[in-house]
Structure formats: C-alpha cells, structure tokens
C-alpha cells in the first residue's frame, strides 16, 4: 500500500511536503518525498492532508468512561475517591465491558492507536482485548493496605496471569495503584517482577501531608480501613517509591503534580516516565504543573486522558488532542514541536515501544492518522497540536479503522 499526502509528519524527523508512507501488511516499509516514491501508479492520494503516527495515550481508565461528568467538582481528592468508590459498587460485569469498550471507541476515534490502560478486572480482559483493534499496554492494578494481607501472592498471581496472557496487540505490566493503597512489601515485590509498571505517585496534596506529614484527610481514611501508617512521615511519595524499589526505568509515573527539586532529581536519576493528564489536573484545582522543571531535569513527559470520571462536562470524550489544547494553553511557550512529541514518541518511549509506534518511520507498526489541511508545511505540527475534531481517517495496524474519505484521482 503506498500512501501520498500533502504533508507527512513522521514527528522523528522534520515535515515533509508531498511526502508518501508506504504499508507492507502492518509494517511501515518507507518514508519520504513524493517525487522519490517508487511504483508511484499504486498509490492512494490522501490529497490534502496531515498524515501522522497514531496518537499514543500514556495513562487512561477506560472502565470509567461511562462515569463522565458525575461527579461535580470535588471540595477535596479524598471527597473523590469516596464518590468513585460508591459509584464502581453498582457495576457489574456488563456495564463495566459496556464502558471499557465505549471508553476504546471513543479513543479509536479521536486517532489514539496506542493506549497505556489501568485494569481492574483481569477476568474480562481477553474478551475486551479481542474486541477492540487498539494497541493495548494494560497494567494490571494492584491494591493490597491491611497488614496481614499477603502481598508477594497478589503480586505472583498478577505474573502468573500476565505470563499465560497477552494482548491480540501490546503487552502487559503490574499497576501497584498508589503509595496509600498498597504495602512496601507489595512495591518490592511488582520491582522485583521486571514487568513495566505504571504507578499514580505525587498525585494530589492529600497523598503528599500523608506521606510527609504523616497527617490529613487522606491518612485518616487510610488508618481508619486498617492501612498500616508506619511508612508516612518520611519523605515524599517519591521518596517513598524509591525506598520501596519501584523508582526505575521500567516505571511510569502517573500525574506528578506535587513534586518538590529532590523528587525532580530522583525521577529523572531513576530515568522514569511521567505522564501528566492536562483536563484531570484542572478539573481538581491542583496545584501548578512543573512540566519545565521536569522537562529541564530530562523526564521523558508524556500526556494522558486519565478518565471520563474526572470530567466536569457531560460530553466530554476520551480526546488527546483536547488534552494537547489544554496543555498548549497552560504553557504556550512550549514549541508545537515539542508538544507532539509528548502524545507520540515520550509515550512510546514510557510504553516501552520506541520505534513501533508513534512515529512514521521504516519497521514502525503501521498506526496513522489523517488531518484535513491546506496549508504551508511550516504551519503543519502547530496545526496538529490545535487539531479540534476527530481525526479523517485512522489506520491501525496496516487497516483503516476509520476509512479516509474518496481517494484522489488524477494524475500520479
């Protein structure tokens, strides 16, 4: 199959003006200029478009899709998880595949191909993987907090599961969800498996007085369902991560939005991921984001969706474009260029899928989208990163997902 466009954006090198892409079944077999372009009477012109990797979304909950907008805008993070606890316990086995897959959709069309995604029910992960044709990263969430609980098992079994199954596309890891929801023991022992990991860490203001204070709202509900405390009160929740293992490449790092410089300094010592999810930052009011600190530390940044369940707005969609306008306006000195790369290349370098996904490139799979434009290629990844409508075509793994419109016909 060879593609031609107006403009290919391969984001591991710069925009290319007439360019083509050309897909041997689901592998990308070369990149370049149309006027280099062999057997130029087979290919499908896109006409006038942005052709560019599918997008790759580090951080999302696709069973809370359905949740969207239900909970108004919370007085605090521990007020939140309250109200997510008690709407998760009238789910049942339909209704969370029902909100996983609407959640995949919703990705699907708005041009992610790649999703890094939290699973909390291992048992209905085959089906929900055999129904979706995106490329899935699903870390398998861990919660373990009362003392007598046995954390080496949760965490064996966790293997044993990820061993004997294996996404259509993608891989698995283990999700220890969060410094307050799980033991030391059980953080050694997920360090201990060399799986990839993903980890919320630095989350809210609550998290961070439980660890350094050791006091709070969210310390007290902790202690009150028989969370053993003995390990607050000593340093940061990134300290705390380091201590207990985990801080390391293999790890993904969820929100980051209460980091002091030493937390800085450990994450990018460790080289660990951070994926920051612009639209849930806003919607509980934190603090602000030190995306320039971290980027001048050398923390591959990368952005998320997170979930529907932190939504003010009813419609809202599981979109990285409107994740990429919402950052953009946080921080408009950031270059266009720089900006994609935190929906492209970063997370597939946090994914561990360099060169798979999120570029165009020779061996890449074969996962792109297509933006409708006129312009000069010089204006091209700025109009990528202010894209608002769901992309013209999807392609994933060598098929599209969402056909382009009518080729082009005239003149190879």
């Known amino acids: 199959m060879l593609l031609r466009a107006r403009i290919v954006v391969p984001v591991s090198q710069p925009p290319i003006a007439d360019g083509f892409v050309r897909v041997h079944g689901n592998r990308i077999t070369a ?8 057997h130029k009477s087979e290919a499908d012109d896109l006409g006038e478009v942005i052709l560019l990797p599918g997008l790759v979304n580090a951080h999302c909950h696709l069973d809370y899709t359905d949740f969207v907008g239900a909970i108004p805008t919370p007085r605090s993070f521990t007020d939140w998880i309250n109200a997510i606890v008690d709407l998760k316990a009238d789910v049942n086995d339909t209704a969370h595949c029902e909100s996983w897959l609407h959640g995949a ?12 995604n939290i699973e909390t029910r291992p048992d209905l992960l085959p089906k929900l993987w055999a129904a979706t044709p995106l490329r899935m990263v699903s870390f398998l969430e861990l919660i373990v907090i009362r003392a007598h609980s046995d954390a080496a098992q949760a965490v064996a079994d966790a293997t044993d599961w990820i061993v004997n199954h294996k996404p259509p596309r993608g891989r698995a ?22 799986l990839p990991m993903a980890m919320h860490l630095a989350e809210s203001a609550e998290e961070d007085e439980m660890f350094r204070q050791g006091t709070g709202a969210l310390y007290e509900r902790l202690a009150a369902a028989g969370r053993e405390m003995t390990d607050c009160g ?14 390391r490449k293999n790890l993904l790092a969820i929100h980051g939005n209460y980091l ?19 639209r849930s930052h806003a919607y509980f009011g934190h603090a602000p984001f030190r995306a320039e600190a971290l980027r001048a ?20 969609e599981l979109s990285l474009f409107d994740e ?14 720089t900006l994609l790369q ?16 999120g570029e165009l490139a020779t061996d890449a799979f074969a996962d792109l989208i297509s933006l409708p434009f006129r312009g000069p290629v010089e204006k091209a990844i700025e109009t990528t990163v202010n894209h608002t409508a769901p992309p013209q075509a999807v392609m994933l793994d060598g098929q599209w997902e969402v056909p382009p419109p009518l080729f082009v016909k005239g003149e190879q």
Not at 105 to 116: E, F, K, S, Y
Not at 324 to 337: C, K
Not at 342 to 357: D, E, I, S, W, Y
């Open 31 to 38: 990149v370049g200029k149309w006027a280099e372009a062999e």
């Open 105 to 116: 959709a919703q990705c699907l069309r708005h041009g992610t191909t790649t999703l890094g």
């Open 173 to 194: 890891g283990l999700s220890p969800h969060a410094p307050y929801t799980t033991k030391p023991d059980l953080l050694e022992a997920c360090a201990g498996t060399g």
């Open 234 to 247: 000593s340093g940061s929740p990134i300290a705390h991560a380091q201590r207990n293992g985990v801080l």
């Open 260 to 278: 002091d410089d030493d937390d800085l300094h450990l994450l990018a010592e460790n080289q660990v991921s951070l994926v920051h999810c612009p």
């Open 297 to 316: 530390a050398g923390v591959n940044l990368c952005l998320g969706t997170d979930s529907l369940a932190t939504m003010r707005d009813g419609d809202a």
């Open 324 to 337: 990429l306008r919402v950052h953009y306006e946080e921080f408009p000195d950031v270059s266009a260029e």
């Open 342 to 357: 935190r929906v492209t290349t970063n997370p597939a370098r946090a994914l561990g899928m360099v060169g798979q996904v």
